[in-house]
């Protein structure tokens, strides 16, 4: 632990002089090792805030959990929105009963930005509207922080791919109100920090923004300087400062445990852009990891694309393989069933996370429970998932081993014993006996209840038998590649390694044995998953 104090104080002084004595490599080697070390100043948030539960737990006094309340609230402030605005509401409450006015509008601001930070900029919108209009909000400093929350929630919002219409009527709101915030916040700086207007110019802004940063105590508010200062310098078109700030931000996001990261997130475009893909997967998986704990509607909405993009990367390196896989046919179908798989777990998964997010306005109540069958529900996918990244990496070795039995005949002019030995079945057979055994595990597990709703589709005398162990029969293997889309007899019979007439003939049995031969292939398709 001291080893690590000492290096992180040394690593911040190196920092203060980074405009003079780092380059973008080095502050990206730096990025990357604090991307590694990203669970350890989560930990260290995490000790301060159980002090802080600790502390409140003894209190007794309104005004002392009032203070420990916002201590809490402003730890979670940017760390995990649930808790913040949990913490948030309570200190309200105590601010009402001591009728401590320019607390509760204070509160209140922090709960709209609460709101903004996760997704919600309507419901922060809405908020601020009613606190405006508010009897308690009469000092010309209260009326200030309001209308700079205004503009802290419209320049979070602006950046994000919002539908045209709502960046519009959202640029129309702000101008609505900047007369108002000229009036109560007349500082030239403050005013360009918070407007688009050219008040004062970017060089004047900059200067004053990195003695501010010069000044700063906290990594939170280092980070957030930064990358205010690299979006000036992206005005100005000068990218290598640009990149600089934005590095340095995500630095001291990370070391201040701030799960809404934006830094992170425009540096993966640029991995992504640049095709540095390893920087591109770290940064992208602690990026999405952190919006998902911090419950940011807005940052997942921005990682969406990117992580569609590397999903796509990844399917095209897959695809390259293809012009090998003439060689043979087995392998090339069964890689053909991992792809199709995979596209279609994806999916599934995204669609799951879009009904998780919904779902995060429900209670907390009710976010407990969710969780536990989520995690049920992940590891049984996980389960699965790993039997068929077995089947891919067994079926991926016998390829390129047969491609260098193929290669070596070849160059020996030895055709005649390399057709003699593709055609024995042993080898071959047993290979494709053994993969066979595992998609029927795996299958088994992400459809525990196939067999039953299966015969659910069935007439009485057309019952299928549940195997003894996990292994299905040629009936349930036609009948699974058939929920995972896998319809075309050709490639069908390949894997299963019988004739396409065979196939017909299971289908036709099948189908004639279905309560409802019309809608028997919807009602395979409709059995779901774990």
């Not at 445990?257 to 830094?263: I, L, P, V, W």
């Amino acid at each position: 632990m001291r080893k690590f104090v000492f290096t992180a104080l040394f690593v911040l002084m190196a920092l203060a002089s980074h405009a003079r004595t780092y380059d973008r490599d080095s502050l990206l080697r730096e990025l990357d090792r604090t991307v590694a070390e990203a669970s350890t100043y989560t930990q260290l948030l995490e000790v301060k805030i159980a002090n802080a539960r600790k502390e409140l737990s003894r209190t007794a006094g309104n005004e002392e959990k009032a203070r420990l309340l916002c201590t809490l609230s402003n730890l979670f402030f940017l760390y995990q929105s649930d808790s913040a605005l949990a913490f948030n509401a309570e200190a309200i409450e105590y601010a009402m009963r001591m009728n401590a006015t320019p607390l509760y509008v204070t509160l209140m601001c922090d709960r709209a930005l609460l709101l903004g930070h996760a997704g919600l900029p309507s419901y922060a919108f809405a908020l601020l509207d009613t606190l405006s209009r508010s009897p308690k909000a009469i000092s010309p400093e209260l009326k200030k922080k309001i209308y700079e929350s205004y503009f802290d929630i419209n320049d979070f919002v602006y950046h994000y791919n919002l539908p045209g219409s709502l960046l519009t009527d959202n640029a129309r709101f702000i101008a609505d109100i900047r007369d108002s915030f000229y009036h109560y916040c007349p500082e030239e700086l403050e005013q360009a920090l918070h407007t688009n207007a050219s008040i004062t110019s970017n060089k004047e802004v900059i200067d004053n923004l990195k003695q501010r940063l010069e000044r700063a105590e906290t990594d939170g508010e280092r980070g957030t300087l930064c990358m205010v200062i690299s979006n000036r310098y992206r005005s100005e078109a000068m990218a290598e400062q640009r990149d600089i700030y934005l590095i340095l931000s995500a630095i001291y996001n990370i070391r201040a445990a701030r799960m809404d990261n934006e830094a992170l997130i425009s540096l993966s475009r640029q991995m992504i852009a640049n095709e540095e893909w390893t920087r591109a997967v770290a940064y992208l998986r602690l990026a999405h990891r952190q919006a998902l704990h911090y419950g940011s509607r807005s940052r997942l909405i921005q990682l969406s694309p990117l992580l569609e993009q590397l999903e796509n990367h990844e399917i095209e390196k897959a695809a390259t393989w293809k012009t090998i896989a003439i060689v043979t046919t087995l392998a090339f179908s069964l890689l053909m069933v991992i792809i199709a798989f995979a596209i279609y777990y994806q999916r599934k998964r995204a669609r799951q996370t879009q009904a998780q997010l919904r779902q995060l306005l429900d209670s907390s109540a009710h976010a407990n429970a969710r969780d536990t069958s989520n995690q049920a529900q992940i590891e049984a996918q996980a389960d699965a998932l790993t039997h068929f990244l077995g089947i891919a990496t067994d079926a991926t070795f016998e390829f390129v081993h047969l491609r260098h039995l193929v290669v070596r005949k070849l160059k020996n002019n030895d055709a005649s014993a390399l057709l003699k030995q593709l055609t024995v079945e042993d080898g071959i057979g047993k290979t494709q006996t053994e993969l066979l055994r595992k998609f029927d595990i795996a299958f088994m597990r992400l459809y525990p209840d196939f067999i039953i709703k299966v015969n659910q589709l069935m007439l009485p005398e057309a019952q299928i038998s549940k195997p003894e162990n996990e292994l299905m029969s040629t009936e349930l293997r036609l009948l699974a590649l058939w929920r995972l889309g896998i319809t075309d007899a050709g490639r069908v019979a390949t894997i299963l390694n019988l004739s396409v007439n065979t196939i017909y003939f299971y289908r036709n049995k099948l189908r004639n044995g279905a309560k409802d031969r019309e809608h028997f292939n919807d009602g395979i398709l409709a059995i779901k998953s774990v």
